[in-house]
């Protein structure tokens, strides 16, 4: 009898580009309540969090351990091609392998019939345009890299909360405290312990352009999708669709980046009250607002 299997990877380099581990399983197993597959029962699901770039299909040991398992006329699920390999020579291979042995590899979006010409192109196209965004991811972070030194800007990690970094005269960059965020910072402690809640000093925050580290600035685009301006956008709840006018533009669309955007902010937010709280039990937070420019007997 034939059996149904599924693999899920996640990328260690950028795992926010595709669901994650759980997120993948989710779906492989409502796929494989479909009646496609009511002769052939769900077995397991192997994942793996590994890089495609790091190491090919053939040389990680779960999907081997899941290849090995594999029986003529069982199928293997996968979110997207691009989970099993993404260079387009190793995903000839794999599509030469697995139509050898006879395995039909389908995803969420269409079941690949190897035996048939046109699906088997379907699938080359798809190893070809992974093969060439990693090109050209790879591109853009060199080309990135490359201004960057050419303008003298830090390469590395952004500074941590509150601070910024600065070029001494040996042109290395170190990290420094930036005093309007700090006052930020000292602000929203001082208003939170006084009984006001998070969001009404975030939307306090924002009438006032003080971006705090907590925010960026993001388009503002017309009905047309033209760009007409900037707003500050780092305390207000967005969701998916959301509409709002502006007195730039006859409609600014929200959508999943902006919507994101306020969970990173509260998130920044909490951090903000959790350094405080930490520099409080250490005992250094006197010190701090010293440093920073801010009153030592604020709370």
């Known amino acids: 009898m034939s059996k149904t299997y599924g693999y899920a990877r996640e990328s260690t380099n950028d795992p926010k580009q595709t669901p994650n581990l759980k997120e993948q399983v989710r779906l492989l197993e409502e796929l494989a309540q479909h009646e496609t597959y009511a002769e052939a029962p769900w077995e397991t699901c192997v994942c793996e969090r590994r890089s495609a770039s790091d190491c090919l299909w053939d040389k990680r040991p779960d999907f081997m351990r899941l290849w090995h398992c594999l029986e003529p006329g069982d199928f293997l699920l996968v ?49 070809f345009t992974s093969e060439t965004w990693v090109k050209q ?65 975030c939307f306090d925050l924002e009438a006032r352009r003080i971006p705090a580290a907590l925010g960026r600035l993001v388009a503002v685009r017309n009905g047309e999708g033209k760009r007409v301006g900037t707003k500050l956008m780092q305390h207000e709840p967005m969701w998916w669709g959301k509409k709002r006018k502006h007195p730039q533009a006859r409609i ?5 980046g902006e919507a994101r955007q306020f969970r990173h902010s509260y998130e920044r937010l909490r951090q903000a009250m959790a350094m405080v709280e930490q520099m409080e039990a250490d005992g250094t937070y006197q010190n701090w607002c010293r440093e920073t420019g801010g009153d030592s007997t604020c709370p």
């Open 137 to 201: 991811h790879s591109q853009a972070a060199k080309q990135g890299i490359a201004r960057a030194r050419r303008e003298g800007k830090p390469i590395g990690p952004r500074p941590g909360l509150g601070k910024k970094f600065i070029c001494d005269d040996q042109g290395v960059y170190r990290e420094v405290w930036e005093h309007r965020i700090c006052a930020a910072i000292r602000e929203i402690t001082r208003r939170f312990r006084r009984g006001e809640s998070l969001r009404v000093i």
């Open 79 to 127: 979110w997207r091609l691009d989970r099993i390999e993404r260079t387009l020579h190793a995903g000839n291979r794999f599509l030469a392998a697995a139509h050898d042995k006879n395995v039909n590899v389908h995803e969420i979006s269409h079941p690949y019939d190897l035996n048939d010409t046109n699906d088997s192109l379907i699938a080359t196209f798809k190893f």
């Open 252 to 256: 600014i669309k929200y959508g999943y």
